[in-house]
Protein backbone atom coordinates (compact mmCIF):
# COMPACT_ATOMS: atom_id res chain seq x y z
CA UNK A 1 0.00 0.00 0.00
CA UNK A 2 1.23 3.53 -1.20
CA UNK A 3 -0.32 6.67 -0.15
CA UNK A 4 0.23 10.46 -1.60
CA UNK A 5 -1.27 13.54 -0.22
CA UNK A 6 -1.64 16.97 -2.56
CA UNK A 7 -3.54 20.19 -1.89
CA UNK A 8 -1.44 21.95 0.49
CA UNK A 9 -0.12 25.61 0.38
CA UNK A 10 -0.31 29.08 1.54
CA UNK A 11 -3.80 30.51 2.60
CA UNK A 12 -4.73 33.48 4.89
CA UNK A 13 -6.28 33.18 8.11
CA UNK A 14 -10.07 31.81 7.87
CA UNK A 15 -9.63 30.56 4.40
CA UNK A 16 -9.50 27.36 3.17
CA UNK A 17 -8.04 24.18 1.64
CA UNK A 18 -8.83 20.80 0.63
CA UNK A 19 -5.96 17.66 1.00
CA UNK A 20 -6.46 14.58 -0.85
CA UNK A 21 -5.29 11.15 -0.07
CA UNK A 22 -4.94 8.60 -2.49
CA UNK A 23 -4.07 5.18 -1.48
CA UNK A 24 -2.77 2.99 -4.14
CA UNK A 25 -1.64 -1.22 -4.08
CA UNK A 26 -2.90 -3.73 -1.59
CA UNK A 27 -5.97 -1.49 -0.61
CA UNK A 28 -8.66 -3.98 0.42
CA UNK A 29 -6.40 -4.49 3.55
CA UNK A 30 -6.76 -0.64 4.79
CA UNK A 31 -9.25 -0.46 7.38
CA UNK A 32 -9.28 3.55 8.17
CA UNK A 33 -7.47 6.53 7.02
CA UNK A 34 -6.06 9.39 8.50
CA UNK A 35 -5.02 13.35 8.90
CA UNK A 36 -1.99 13.88 11.11
CA UNK A 37 0.15 17.39 11.85
CA UNK A 38 3.28 18.43 12.67
CA UNK A 39 3.81 21.91 13.67
CA UNK A 40 7.97 22.85 13.47
CA UNK A 41 9.60 22.32 16.59
CA UNK A 42 6.13 19.59 18.17
CA UNK A 43 5.04 16.10 18.04
CA UNK A 44 3.35 14.58 15.25
CA UNK A 45 -0.90 14.60 16.08
CA UNK A 46 -4.05 12.98 15.00
CA UNK A 47 -6.39 15.73 13.01
CA UNK A 48 -8.72 13.25 12.38
CA UNK A 49 -9.16 9.92 11.17
CA UNK A 50 -12.16 8.26 9.03
CA UNK A 51 -12.92 4.11 8.97
CA UNK A 52 -13.43 3.16 5.33
CA UNK A 53 -16.49 0.80 5.10
CA UNK A 54 -18.13 2.45 7.80
CA UNK A 55 -17.25 5.67 7.74
CA UNK A 56 -16.86 6.75 10.97
CA UNK A 57 -15.07 9.82 12.22
CA UNK A 58 -13.01 11.10 15.04
CA UNK A 59 -11.09 14.68 15.34
CA UNK A 60 -8.79 16.66 17.78
CA UNK A 61 -10.89 18.74 19.76
CA UNK A 62 -9.04 21.87 18.01
CA UNK A 63 -10.24 21.07 14.56
CA UNK A 64 -13.83 20.00 15.59
CA UNK A 65 -16.57 21.88 14.11
CA UNK A 66 -13.98 23.45 11.15
CA UNK A 67 -12.02 20.84 9.42
CA UNK A 68 -14.24 17.36 8.10
CA UNK A 69 -13.15 14.49 6.81
CA UNK A 70 -14.45 12.44 4.20
CA UNK A 71 -13.85 9.23 1.82
CA UNK A 72 -14.45 7.80 -1.19
CA UNK A 73 -14.58 4.17 -0.40
CA UNK A 74 -14.79 2.44 -3.48
CA UNK A 75 -11.48 4.55 -4.58
CA UNK A 76 -9.49 4.52 -1.30
CA UNK A 77 -9.49 8.16 -1.33
CA UNK A 78 -9.55 10.80 2.00
CA UNK A 79 -10.39 14.10 1.77
CA UNK A 80 -9.90 17.03 4.74
CA UNK A 81 -11.87 20.02 4.03
CA UNK A 82 -10.47 22.56 6.21
CA UNK A 83 -12.32 25.92 6.81
CA UNK A 84 -11.60 28.97 9.47
CA UNK A 85 -8.24 28.05 9.50
CA UNK A 86 -6.16 29.57 11.82
CA UNK A 87 -1.88 30.56 12.01
CA UNK A 88 -1.86 27.37 14.68
CA UNK A 89 -3.00 24.61 11.97
CA UNK A 90 0.60 25.44 10.15
CA UNK A 91 2.40 22.32 9.71
CA UNK A 92 3.11 19.48 7.71
CA UNK A 93 0.08 17.25 6.91
CA UNK A 94 0.45 13.67 6.81
CA UNK A 95 -1.60 10.71 5.76
CA UNK A 96 -1.79 7.64 7.10
CA UNK A 97 -3.50 4.03 6.45
CA UNK A 98 -4.23 1.59 8.77
CA UNK A 99 -3.55 -1.72 6.85
CA UNK A 100 -4.58 -5.37 8.04
CA UNK A 101 -2.44 -8.21 6.24
CA UNK A 102 -3.96 -11.97 7.39
CA UNK A 103 -1.82 -14.76 6.35
CA UNK A 104 -2.35 -18.64 7.41
CA UNK A 105 0.27 -18.07 9.49
CA UNK A 106 -0.74 -14.42 11.54
CA UNK A 107 -2.18 -11.19 11.20
CA UNK A 108 -0.41 -8.25 10.93
CA UNK A 109 -1.51 -4.61 11.50
CA UNK A 110 0.63 -1.95 9.75
CA UNK A 111 0.75 1.62 8.84
CA UNK A 112 1.63 3.28 5.88
CA UNK A 113 2.52 7.20 5.58
CA UNK A 114 2.80 9.31 3.10
CA UNK A 115 5.75 12.36 2.61
CA UNK A 116 3.56 14.94 3.90
CA UNK A 117 2.42 18.05 2.43
CA UNK A 118 2.73 21.82 3.72
CA UNK A 119 -0.16 23.99 4.67
CA UNK A 120 1.12 27.46 6.09
CA UNK A 121 -1.40 29.89 7.12
CA UNK A 122 -0.51 33.47 7.60
CA UNK A 123 -2.14 35.50 10.01
Known amino acids: VQVVESGGGLVHAGGSLRLSCAASGSTHNINAMGWYRQAPGKERELVGR????????NYADSVKGRFTISREAAEYTVYLQMNNLKPADTGVYYC?????????????????WGQGTLVTVSS
Open 50 to 57: ITIRGGST
Open 96 to 112: RAEVTVVTIEARKDLEV
